[in-house]
């Protein structure tokens, strides 16, 4: 479930306008953790808890990620239902 890259963490928080702060408070994790997440494109070197933790929060909070494809993978904010 938590299968998501740094880039694609980066992407949401911009389109969510949060700062790696907001992110972490959201969390519960440290700042460091987000910013270490964040560091590298593809597959984040922080615990798969805390992965999937910062994919749930993101989720919550409109984003729906997008699994590799023709385009690489990617964000995009949820259609309403």
Not at 27 to 55: C, F, H, Y
């Amino acid at each position: 479930m938590s299968g998501i890259t740094g880039a694609q963490i980066r992407a949401a928080r911009a389109l969510l306008r949060w700062t790696a702060e907001d992110l972490a408070k959201s969390v519960g994790i440290g700042v460091m953790t987000v910013r270490r997440a964040e560091a590298e494109d593809g597959q984040p070197s922080i615990t798969a808890a805390n992965l999937k933790l910062i994919r749930i929060t993101l989720e919550e909070a409109g984003i729906e990620f997008i699994a590799r494809n023709g385009g690489g993978v990617g964000v995009l904010f949820k259609t309403p239902e």
